[in-house]
Nanobody, 128 residues
């Protein structure tokens, strides 16, 4: 069973920063090492659909961002420890949401159903 465990959420004021972390369990059910080419962050605000935030590919190192966070958020990954990070700077009240880590291998990196594994979510609240 593959598990993704997130941490780092919290309550901050507008303009402040947070860093989220997500670590994948090391081995799949077959005992083989995991190869999670795509690792991403999505978020879901109250009463709204879950939306793409950022993603990073392992094979070519390319990163992707939604327009709403580009220039403020940075995604990075440490493949040796199967961890992906989301550095969030200049946070705004509109960033308030539950943030979910996702991992998988399918090509459509912006599309939630393309990911095979999801974390439990971590709450980020930004006050004005």
């Amino acid at each position: 069973q593959v598990q993704l465990v997130e941490s780092g959420g919290g309550l901050v004021q507008a303009g402040e920063s947070l860093r989220l972390s997500c670590t994948a369990s090391r081995q799949s059910a077959s005992g083989q090492p995991l190869f999670l080419n795509n690792m991403a962050w999505f978020r879901q605000a109250p009463g709204k659909e879950r939306t793409f935030v950022a993603a990073a590919r392992r094979d070519d190192g390319i990163t992707f961002y939604s327009d709403s966070v580009k220039g403020r958020f940075t995604i990075s990954r440490d493949n040796a420890i199967l961890t992906v990070y989301l550095q969030m700077n200049d946070l705004k009240p509109g960033d308030t949401a539950v943030y979910y880590c996702a991992a998988g291998t399918k090509a459509n990196i912006y599309y939630g159903p393309a990911y095979d594994y999801w974390g439990q979510g971590t709450q980020v609240t930004v006050s004005s």
